[in-house]
Structures are given as C-alpha cells and as structure tokens.
C-alpha cells in the first residue's frame, strides 16, 4: 500500500478574483450614480387644472376673528379636556429604577 501526498490544487484564484471583481464594479456604478449623475429635477408639468394659486390668493384676505365671533363657533362645546403635563424633571436620580 503505498501513501501519496500531494499539494492541493489552488483553482479558487479566478474565483476570489472574479467575485473581488464584481463587488468592485458594483461598488463604482453605486458611487457613480450617488454622487455624479444629477437626477432630473421636474420630469412631469403640471396640468392647469391643478394650479390653484388665486385660491391660495385668496387666503391672503382671511381674517380669523370672523370664525372666532361666530356663532356655530361659539356654540362648540370642549370634549376632552386639556392634557395636563407632569412636572419637569425627576425628583429622585434613581426614581426611573
């Protein structure tokens, strides 16, 4: 019976440099993407039905004491009442524990 000792055989060379490779060119495409290429900033226009600005115009005339002196205003009743926040602060260091 004889024993035959061998080296191993290195085929995984081209592997590790294959998947080294890869992450590499995954990794410059993600970098080139994030910081060189500017994304279109308005790719859509916005149709003139949806351009409301005198609407918004309008708001510039409103004035609040006409909904504060009303009397649908006036006639609401409070439901819940205010919350009422703890002390600041802790009165013991280790009342948490």
């Not at 279109?40 to 004035?63: A, G, M, R, T, W």
């Amino acid at each position: 019976m004889a024993i035959f000792i061998e080296e191993e055989k290195n085929n995984g060379g081209w592997f590790g440099f294959g998947v080294v490779a890869i992450v590499l060119i995954i990794v410059a495409v993600a970098i080139y993407y994030l910081f060189f290429v500017s994304p279109e900033l308005i790719s859509v226009v916005i149709p003139p039905n949806l351009q409301v600005i005198n609407d918004v115009k309008q708001l510039s005339s409103f004035d609040p004491n006409t909904v504060l002196n009303s009397a649908f205003y006036n006639s609401l009743k409070s439901v819940v009442s205010p919350p009422n926040p703890p002390p600041p602060g802790n009165a013991t260091p280790f009342g948490v524990f």
